[in-house]
Nanobody, 123 residues
Framework: QVQLVESGGGLVQPGGSLRLSCVASGSIRSVNAMGWYRQAPGKERELVATITSGGSTTYADSVKGRFTISRDKSKNTVYLQMNSLKPEDTAVYYC?????????????????WGQGTQVTVSS
């Protein structure tokens, strides 16, 4: 079984910073691409940033220059450093990972989601 657990959300004033973390655990053979998504009330879930196993990154236009995604492969962990936060960044942030995992003598590949962490930007 594979789990993703996020942490680091909270309440911050406009212009402030937060760092989100997401740890993958379980019978993992390898963690491939990882990413962060967010969903604001009444809106669709949207991609925020992704990072490949090789370290290539992509960002939504709305967060370029303010957010930085990174990962520690040895810890199966992905981070999202969020700076210059705006009220419109308020959302539940979800971690996503493409994981190759063991089951018995075999291994499989699947996509997993974390439970989400709330980020609120407000004065």
């Amino acid at each position: 079984q594979v789990q993703l657990v996020e942490s680091g959300g909270g309440l911050v004033q406009p212009g402030g910073s937060l760092r989100l973390s997401c740890v993958a655990s379980g019978s993992i053979r390898s963690v491939n691409a990882m990413g962060w998504y967010r969903q604001a009330p009444g809106k669709e879930r949207e991609l925020v940033a992704t990072i490949t196993s090789g370290g290539s990154t992509t960002y939504a236009d709305s967060v370029k220059g303010r957010f930085t995604i990174s990962r520690d492969k040895s810890k199966n962990t992905v981070y999202l450093q969020m700076n210059s936060l705006k009220p419109e960044d308020t959302a539940v942030y979800y971690c996503n990972a493409d994981i190759t995992y063991y089951r018995g003598s075999y291994y499989f590949k699947g996509g997993y989601w974390g439970q989400g962490t709330q980020v609120t930007v407000s004065s």
